[in-house]
Nanobody, 121 residues
Protein backbone atom coordinates (compact mmCIF):
# COMPACT_ATOMS: atom_id res chain seq x y z
CA UNK A 1 0.00 0.00 0.00
CA UNK A 2 1.24 3.47 -0.87
CA UNK A 3 -0.08 6.51 0.91
CA UNK A 4 0.09 10.13 -0.17
CA UNK A 5 -0.90 13.04 2.04
CA UNK A 6 -1.96 16.38 0.61
CA UNK A 7 -3.93 19.50 1.46
CA UNK A 8 -1.52 21.33 3.73
CA UNK A 9 -1.05 25.06 3.59
CA UNK A 10 -0.93 28.26 5.58
CA UNK A 11 -3.89 29.49 7.59
CA UNK A 12 -4.55 31.96 10.37
CA UNK A 13 -5.44 30.83 13.86
CA UNK A 14 -9.09 29.88 14.06
CA UNK A 15 -9.17 28.79 10.46
CA UNK A 16 -9.73 25.39 8.90
CA UNK A 17 -7.97 23.01 6.55
CA UNK A 18 -8.79 19.56 5.22
CA UNK A 19 -6.00 17.10 4.66
CA UNK A 20 -6.36 14.12 2.33
CA UNK A 21 -4.61 10.76 2.35
CA UNK A 22 -4.84 8.75 -0.86
CA UNK A 23 -4.23 5.01 -0.63
CA UNK A 24 -3.17 2.90 -3.60
CA UNK A 25 -1.97 -0.64 -4.13
CA UNK A 26 -3.22 -3.54 -2.00
CA UNK A 27 -5.83 -1.53 -0.15
CA UNK A 28 -7.89 -4.64 0.69
CA UNK A 29 -5.66 -5.43 3.66
CA UNK A 30 -5.81 -2.02 5.30
CA UNK A 31 -6.91 -2.27 8.94
CA UNK A 32 -6.93 1.46 9.43
CA UNK A 33 -5.27 4.75 8.61
CA UNK A 34 -3.80 7.17 11.07
CA UNK A 35 -2.56 10.73 11.03
CA UNK A 36 0.55 11.83 12.87
CA UNK A 37 2.31 15.17 12.95
CA UNK A 38 5.79 16.42 13.65
CA UNK A 39 6.46 19.99 14.68
CA UNK A 40 9.92 21.52 14.25
CA UNK A 41 12.26 20.21 16.91
CA UNK A 42 9.68 17.83 18.36
CA UNK A 43 8.92 14.13 18.25
CA UNK A 44 6.29 12.85 15.88
CA UNK A 45 2.95 12.54 17.67
CA UNK A 46 -0.33 10.80 17.06
CA UNK A 47 -3.28 12.88 15.89
CA UNK A 48 -6.17 10.61 14.85
CA UNK A 49 -6.95 7.23 13.34
CA UNK A 50 -9.85 5.48 11.70
CA UNK A 51 -10.61 1.82 11.21
CA UNK A 52 -11.12 1.01 7.54
CA UNK A 53 -14.05 -1.38 7.81
CA UNK A 54 -16.12 0.02 10.66
CA UNK A 55 -15.09 3.69 10.77
CA UNK A 56 -14.23 3.54 14.46
CA UNK A 57 -12.09 6.53 15.37
CA UNK A 58 -9.66 7.68 18.03
CA UNK A 59 -8.15 11.11 18.64
CA UNK A 60 -5.40 12.65 20.67
CA UNK A 61 -6.61 14.86 23.48
CA UNK A 62 -4.97 17.89 21.88
CA UNK A 63 -7.22 17.74 18.80
CA UNK A 64 -10.39 16.12 20.15
CA UNK A 65 -13.39 18.28 19.36
CA UNK A 66 -11.52 20.30 16.73
CA UNK A 67 -10.37 17.69 14.22
CA UNK A 68 -12.45 15.01 12.51
CA UNK A 69 -11.15 12.00 10.63
CA UNK A 70 -13.29 10.36 7.98
CA UNK A 71 -12.93 8.00 5.05
CA UNK A 72 -14.29 7.26 1.63
CA UNK A 73 -13.64 3.56 1.14
CA UNK A 74 -14.86 3.60 -2.45
CA UNK A 75 -12.27 6.22 -3.33
CA UNK A 76 -9.58 4.83 -0.98
CA UNK A 77 -9.32 8.21 0.71
CA UNK A 78 -9.02 9.31 4.32
CA UNK A 79 -9.58 12.91 5.34
CA UNK A 80 -8.61 15.00 8.34
CA UNK A 81 -10.85 18.03 8.77
CA UNK A 82 -9.04 20.48 11.01
CA UNK A 83 -11.07 23.32 12.54
CA UNK A 84 -10.26 26.01 15.08
CA UNK A 85 -6.61 25.69 14.20
CA UNK A 86 -4.01 26.97 16.64
CA UNK A 87 -0.38 27.97 16.09
CA UNK A 88 0.64 24.85 18.03
CA UNK A 89 -0.98 22.74 15.29
CA UNK A 90 1.83 23.83 12.97
CA UNK A 91 3.61 20.68 11.82
CA UNK A 92 4.24 18.30 8.98
CA UNK A 93 1.29 15.90 8.90
CA UNK A 94 1.74 12.28 7.83
CA UNK A 95 -0.69 9.48 7.16
CA UNK A 96 0.23 5.84 7.69
CA UNK A 97 -1.31 2.38 7.57
CA UNK A 98 -2.40 1.07 10.94
CA UNK A 99 -2.05 -2.52 12.12
CA UNK A 100 -4.49 -1.78 14.91
CA UNK A 101 -6.58 1.17 16.05
CA UNK A 102 -3.86 2.64 18.19
CA UNK A 103 -2.07 5.85 19.04
CA UNK A 104 1.24 3.99 19.22
CA UNK A 105 3.57 4.80 16.35
CA UNK A 106 5.05 1.29 16.12
CA UNK A 107 1.63 0.03 15.08
CA UNK A 108 1.95 2.00 11.84
CA UNK A 109 3.85 1.49 8.62
CA UNK A 110 3.70 2.48 4.95
CA UNK A 111 4.20 6.12 5.87
CA UNK A 112 3.22 8.62 3.23
CA UNK A 113 5.08 11.77 2.36
CA UNK A 114 4.05 14.53 4.73
CA UNK A 115 2.19 17.74 4.07
CA UNK A 116 3.03 20.98 5.88
CA UNK A 117 0.44 22.87 7.88
CA UNK A 118 1.37 26.33 9.12
CA UNK A 119 -0.94 28.22 11.48
CA UNK A 120 -0.12 31.84 12.15
CA UNK A 121 -1.35 33.85 15.13
Amino acid sequence: VQLQASGGGSVQAGGSLRLSCAASGFTWDIYGIGWFRQAPGKEREFVAAIRWSRASTIYSDSVKGRFAISKDSAENMVYLQMNSLKPEDTAVYYCAKANSLSAVEREYNNWGQGTLVTVSS
